[in-house]
């Protein structure tokens, strides 16, 4: 499966923006997808993942409350509603798939996408 992340942008602080992942190459029924973050001179971080059988979710603790994560299995695509941007969730968004549950963890995701920049500045 081929992923790609978008809409990423430039966002005042207390802002909104809904990153979509699309997936290509097969259905999204089953998969777990992850949604990571890498600020720079910073590892990348998990924010938030769903597992699509089921609708199961995880939030980080940094983004809990503000951030919502959804599921359209029906055109395999993947959600990340982002509110309440601050200037410290500017970085480039990932997302990335496995087969098997929903994980914090970069090892567990076999399938990555390119990123898209997300910048929160006044």
């Known amino acids: 499966v081929q992923l790609q992340a978008s809409g990423g942008g430039l966002v005042r602080p207390g802002g909104s923006l809904k990153l979509s992942c699309t997936a290509s190459g097969g259905p999204l029924d089953y998969y777990a997808i992850g949604w990571f973050r890498q600020a720079p001179g910073k590892e990348r971080e998990a924010m938030s993942c769903?597992?699509?059988?089921?609708?199961?979710?995880y939030y980080s603790d940094s983004v809990k409350g503000r951030f919502i994560i959804s599921r359209d299995n029906a055109n395999d695509m993947v959600y990340l509603q982002m509110n309440t941007l601050q200037p410290e969730d500017a970085a480039v968004y990932y997302c990335a798939a496995n087969q098997e549950f929903i994980s914090a963890r970069q090892a567990d995701y076999e399938y990555w996408g390119q990123g898209t920049q997300v910048t929160v500045s006044s």
């Open positions: 769903i597992f699509t059988g089921d609708g199961s979710t």
